[in-house]
């Protein structure tokens, strides 16, 4: 079966380097490293362990960025790895792939970041204003957080040029602020280097240490956002794999850079019997430590305008997949329209918007104010982990099709991906033992593509539309 490819004159290709490398960057650099080293601080208490962890995702995550630079110059049309899964393992498995991407690895985690967004923003406002609970202090942050999306795809809806725009300023934001929160930290902040060599050893970390790895695989989720813009980046072949390999790198040394801002700042078992808030804004409560409520509570409001960042990107480069699959008919096909004075998807940029808005309420709903976040962010971490493998090993079979290089090709293959696949396996194990309810809830979500596409493909065939059969 041969894929149709998503027409390259619907979407132009303006993006160039700095705009795929910093969508790259803002994807990556977000909720993870500003709320999970908080949780796993919580569950080792030991400073190295975290260290290596960060570094085992750095490498992790490099291996996968290598794999998708192949896989994005093999195939550089607008969906990522919905059109490399697609195009390996076919058109139910893709669909299957591409509706629990879109659940999953986008409107999932928009909806946690920008849950985390208000959390830093109002936590200096709760003190002074809002309170810390009832009924205004609850719903005030899903509210919040409700705004920043709506916002933020409304942005992304009025062209091409105002969507790089946006991305390129709140991304530069994001890295001046979080680069000088790490050298203001270490430098003049009132920290005890005595953190970096207290704590329990790795030895008696467990499986707990393994278990914490999948906060991490999340925290280094969005190495391959820019494959998503593949359809829209100029000179692609040489573009992507720079945007992508570069972007990797920079966040991985930002994050070792931050975590010991975090180690300095904290003693290891600080957050033991922490208030969750105080968990999941673990920047802040760092801050609190380094300098004083004077100084912690507006760099809390600054650390969660940093995350403008990645709402933005995860907008941005997830409904490239609602408007592929809608190109490929497999989704309905009002997503494929392109604003023809604005080239954007701005049909395919509401649909994620308005699902990642349903996800964060329903979450608010069932688990309530104080659980909201850590049932979100452990709903998408499962499912994300098997989504990536899957995309991975996507290159296996496309090489075999086509052994030829395709501008970029992965450096020592097949270690990379096999090497990522590995660790990826056993992250899946450890977690399905450690908690099987969230991860039967993420694998459900994963097939949960299946029955719909089987629904949709009879009703092409009832309808006589056998064009993409």
């Not at 971490?381 to 990536?388: A, D, E, P």
Request: aromatic letters at 10%; one cysteine or more; a positive charge.
């Amino acid at each position: 079966m041969v894929m149709p490819s998503v027409p390259e004159t619907s979407l132009p290709r303006q993006f160039g380097y700095w705009t795929a490398t910093l969508v790259t960057v803002a994807s990556m650099v977000g909720v993870g490293i500003l709320t999970t080293s908080g949780y796993i601080l919580r569950d080792t208490e030991s400073p190295s362990t975290l260290f290596l962890l960060w570094t085992v995702g750095g490498v992790l995550s490099l291996m996968g960025a290598l794999t998708f630079a192949e896989l994005a110059t093999r195939l550089p049309h607008a969906g990522g790895d919905y059109v490399f899964v697609r195009a390996a393992y076919g058109e139910g498995i893709g669909f299957t792939y591409g509706w629990a991407t879109l659940l999953l690895g986008f409107a999932g985690p928009t909806a946690v970041i920008s849950h985390a967004l208000a959390v830093y923003f109002l936590l200096p406002l709760r003190v002074h204003w809002i309170g810390s609970g009832g009924a205004w202090g609850d719903w005030v942050t899903p509210a919040t957080a409700t705004f920043v999306i709506a916002m933020l795809t409304i942005g992304h809806c009025r062209g091409q040029q105002a969507s790089a725009w946006m991305q390129n300023a709140t991304t530069t934001l994001k890295l001046v602020l979080l680069v000088a929160f790490a050298v203001a930290g270490l430098a003049w902040g009132s920290g005890d280097a005595t953190h970096f060599t207290t704590g329990r050893p790795l030895s008696d970390q467990g499986l707990v240490a393994i278990g914490a790895l999948v906060y991490v695989f999340y925290g280094y989720s969005g190495w391959n956002a820019s494959a998503y813009l593949a359809g829209e980046v100029a000179k692609p072949t040489t573009t992507l794999p720079r945007a992508i390999l570069s972007g990797c790198l920079m966040v991985t040394l930002l994050y070792l850079a931050i975590n010991a801002t975090y180690v300095f700042a904290l003693p290891p078992d600080a957050l033991r019997q922490a208030d969750p808030r105080e968990i999941e804004a673990i920047a802040e409560t760092a801050a609190r430590r380094l300098f004083g409520p004077a100084i912690s509570e507006p760099l809390s409001i600054l650390i969660g305008l940093t995350i403008l960042a990645s709402v933005s990107s995860y907008l941005l480069t997830g409904s490239r997949i609602c408007y592929a699959m809608a190109v490929d008919g497999v989704f309905p096909r009002y997503a494929a329209r392109v604003r023809a004075n604005r080239g954007t998807p701005a049909a395919a940029t509401l649909t994620l918007g308005i699902a990642s808005i349903l996800l964060l309420w329903g979450s608010f709903v069932i688990s309530g104010a104080a659980d909201a976040f850590a049932s979100l962010l452990n709903f998408t971490s499962v499912g994300l982990v098997l989504l990536t493998s899957l995309a991975v090993s996507s290159l296996f079979i496309l090489r075999r099709r086509d052994p030829l290089p395709a501008g970029f090709s992965t450096p020592l293959y097949p270690l990379p991906p096999l090497l990522f696949l590995l660790v990826t396996g056993g992250l899946m194990l450890v977690a399905i033992r450690q908690s099987p309810a969230t991860s039967l809830w993420g694998a459900a979500a994963v097939v949960s593509g299946a029955p719909l596409y089987w629904i949709a493909k009879n009703w092409r065939l009832r309808s006589g539309d056998r064009s993409t059969l």
